[in-house]
């Protein structure tokens, strides 16, 4: 029979304890990964440009324009209409892109009723 030294033992204890310890910081590690990776993905992307006080720009920009202009010509003074608003030129005053406006009157009902 073989007889265990007291030693042995407690090298035995010792190493299930460090196993134990080990387990706990990889679980702490995975934990703090998992928390980290969730933060990341959350602001991963291009923050949102729209701002709901786009649609009385629109209103406003829209109205803006008078419909026709007066132009001096040989014969006298003569009114001619003025180009329309469109949605590009809008685009161009907030500063963004004409596809960009047509996403956001898909996607938002109120600057669509604008």
Not at 64 to 87: F, H, W
Request: proline residues 6%.
């Amino acid at each position: 029979m073989t007889k265990k030294k007291p030693n042995d033992e407690a090298k035995k204890q010792e190493r299930e304890q460090t196993r134990k310890l080990a387990a706990e910081l990889r679980k702490q590690e995975d934990e703090q990964w998992k928390a980290f990776v969730e933060e990341t993905v959350t602001k991963m992307g291009r923050p949102q440009l729209y701002d709901p006080t786009y649609c009385d720009e629109v209103i406003r920009y829209f109205l803006s324009k008078p419909p026709y202009r007066t132009v001096m010509t040989m014969l006298g003074p003569k009114e001619i209409a003025n180009d329309l608003p469109t949605l590009a030129e809008l685009a161009v005053r907030i500063g963004v892109r004409k596809k960009t406006i047509n996403n956001w009157i898909n996607e938002h009902e109120e600057f669509l009723r604008a």
